[in-house]
């Protein structure tokens, strides 16, 4: 379970602090796919990289399973995030130089998994999200952005994190890869009973989801 | 695939871009290795030169200059004086004396000239006559004949070499037998071969060799063993030339002062010691030159590795969030970095050295020409004691001209040295913004 309490995260600028969050709480169960939904600036980004401790609260927590991630130190933050944790981009992200196959398999050693295991479980997460043996192998130039982000899904899950935060998975796609990209995420979060948070703008795809959270101006008001 | 083999393929990642910086690498580590080769060789040229240039040192009696000025000769007693001076290595000692038509059946195969005729105006003369009756009553003067007597027959050498004998063989300059070595002119002019006799103060005289230096005063005289002249001109234990060899040009200025303590008035001492001092001031600044030429490389090599890494990480921050985000350690991130950084420099290492192996002899001889050709020394010709500077001059230029580029394995192991130094510098900043990108940022440019 995915409990956040009392989240609050400010930015010093130029013209003063800014706080990007004010006493966010919400909770998603386990395996419960839910959707932030908001405008431009309202937090949301900021919300998705304190729950995947890629940054530090200015106040509040962040209780996954129990364990209060905003007190973890730097090095137990970066094994949260190769074991718990798995990011879907909107940009996909994926290294340019290395194949599909070698980009999930990158995770899969930043996991822990022995060298001589990767290959096989990174070719059954490629094969889980629909890419065939000869896509594989391709770098993601050569790959589709729906491709892409299959490959950039598998990667998410190829440690069995405990959430997947979703970033607009679907914002770079058309609607009809996007629906599939969703589809695929919603199927998943069944069958590997992951917790699926997504950041997205498509109201159609926030009223798919178990769950809604909407956030204005730092807030969570729905 | 693991931090190396992630670090090794990005290294090729752009093509271009990696040959270029390769390219400046190895431009800047073969500079290295060049430079390395060219300050060993003058190193061990300037140790060589110390050693065997301008390391001689001539004594003469005081207020004598070859057959010019007056004094008395040199002294048995002040010989051993001479050889026990600290680092003093070897002495020859000689007597020289001039055969006259009285002394000798020698013909003379010199032409007194003016010159001869000048040096032997007083002669024979009367101090009370007037000059017109001098020249009047005066018999026609005739050349005469040098008899260097020496414990080293090769100090007459004017190459600074060994004697050059054309036919027959050399003399024992430490007997006291009566043979001698003629020079090639006054042999043609008297017909001697090797075997011949002629006759010296009164004694027989058998041709051991014949010699030939060149030098028409030199080859014009005879050589005898040191004690066969002090014995025929009864000079026992004179000399009136001894020259010292000191082990380094380094201490023949101390060596000179302790002569002149030890020897007082009674001697002039004429030393090399500034020719020398001149010859490896040329080539100390080339290797000053060369020292300078391994940092400036050095600085330029870690220079281009740490703007190219920079630039690398500048353009890969998003990349490097990422892969920190999806749970890389900054140990890993910066170990595929150091990875890259040190696979371009080894590349460039290999290109480098073997450009540096194949330039650096050229480059090392270019280096001592260019400078033999912008210190030129003059040797003026010699009359009377040429000993006294023979060969010093050209013994310095052959030297410098024989610096041999020669690369030894420690030069090697240097050069792999300031390799991984350019590597580590280039690699140390990159890491440290490596270490500084957080994770989050890659939300930040979604």
């Known amino acids: 379970m995915l409990a956040v309490k009392d989240l609050s995260k400010s930015f010093s600028s130029a013209s003063g602090d800014v706080k990007a969050l004010d006493q966010v709480n919400l909770v998603v169960e386990t395996g419960q796919f839910a959707s932030i939904i908001g405008k431009s600036g309202s937090g949301k980004s900021t919300l998705l990289s304190l729950l995947g401790a890629l940054d530090i609260p200015t106040s509040g927590s962040i209780e996954v399973d129990g364990v209060d991630i905003a007190k973890l130190s730097a090095g137990q933050q970066t094994a949260y995030r190769a074991n718990k944790i798995g990011f879907v981009f909107q940009h996909y992200n994926l290294i340019p130089n290395l194949t599909a196959l070698e980009n999930v398999m990158l995770a899969l050693e930043f996991g822990g998994l022995p060298a001589k295991k990767r290959k096989a479980r990174a070719e059954q997460l490629l094969t889980d999200v629909g890419l065939d043996a000869d896509q594989q192998l391709r770098k993601p130039a050569r790959l589709s952005g729906g491709q892409q982000q299959r490959v950039s899904i598998a990667r998410a899950l190829a440690n069995h994190p405990a959430i997947v935060l979703a970033d607009e998975p679907t914002g770079n796609l058309d609607s009809e890869t996007g629906k599939k990209i969703f589809d695929l995420l919603h199927r998943l979060s069944r069958s590997e009973k992951t917790t699926i948070i997504a950041v997205t703008h498509d109201m159609d795809i926030a009223g798919k989801t178990d769950k809604t959270f909407k956030l204005k101006d730092g807030k969570v008001t729905a | ?446």
């Open chain 2, 1 to 446: 695939m693991n931090v190396v083999s992630r670090g090794i393929k990005n290294a090729f990642r752009s093509p271009l871009r990696s040959g270029a910086i390769i390219l400046m690498l190895a431009i800047s580590i073969g500079l290295i290795l060049s430079m390395l080769v060219a300050r060993t060789s003058v190193n061990a040229k300037i140790d060589e030169v110390k050693a065997t240039a301008g390391t001689s040192i001539t004594i003469t009696p005081a207020g004598v200059f070859g057959f010019a000025g007056g004094g008395d000769p040199l002294t048995s007693d002040q010989l051993a004086t001479i050889k026990p001076t600290a680092h003093i290595t070897s002495t020859s000692a000689t007597l020289n004396d001039q055969l006259s038509t009285t002394d000798t059946n020698l013909v003379s195969s010199l032409d007194l000239g003016s010159f001869g005729a000048r040096q032997q105006r007083f002669e024979n003369g009367s101090s009370n006559s007037s000059q017109s009756d001098r020249l009047a009553t005066r018999p026609a003067p005739t050349p005469r004949t040098t008899v260097t007597g020496t414990t080293n027959p090769n100090s007459v050498s004017t190459n600074g070499g060994d004697l050059n004998i054309t036919s027959g063989s050399t003399i024992d300059g430490n007997s006291s037998s009566l043979v001698a070595l003629v020079g090639s002119d006054l042999a043609t002019k008297n017909n001697l071969t090797v075997g011949s006799t002629f006759t010296a103060y009164g004694s027989t005289v058998t041709v051991s060799g014949i010699f030939n230096t060149a030098n028409k005063f030199q080859d014009s005289g005879v050589i005898m063993p040191l004690t066969t002249v002090q014995n025929l001109t009864s000079q026992a234990g004179a000399v009136n030339s001894v020259t010292a060899t000191v082990d380094s040009s380094d201490n023949v200025d101390s060596t000179v002062a302790a002569l002149t303590t030890a020897l007082g008035s009674k001697a002039d001492i004429t030393s090399q010691a500034k020719q020398a001092a001149n010859s490896v001031a040329s080539l100390e600044s080339i290797s000053n030159l060369a020292l300078a030429g391994v940092i400036g490389a050095t600085i330029a090599g870690a220079v281009i590795v740490l703007l190219a890494m920079i630039m690398i990480v500048r353009e890969r921050r998003r990349e490097i969030g990422v892969i920190k985000a999806i749970g890389g350690t900054n140990g890993k991130v910066i170990g595929q970095f150091v990875t890259e950084a040190m696979t371009l420099t080894v590349i460039g290492a290999i290109v480098g050295l073997t450009l540096g192996v194949l330039v650096s002899g050229p480059m090392t001889t270019s280096l001592v020409s260019s400078s033999q050709n912008s210190t030129s020394t003059t040797s003026r010709p010699q009359g009377g004691p040429a000993e006294i500077f023979r060969g010093g001059v050209q013994s310095v230029r052959t030297n410098i001209t024989q610096v041999s580029s020669s690369i030894t394995p420690t030069i090697f192991a240097t050069s792999i040295g300031i390799t991984l130094l350019i590597a580590a510098v280039g690699s140390a900043v990159p890491a440290w913004f490596i270490a500084r990108i957080r994770p989050a940022e890659v939300l930040r440019a979604e």
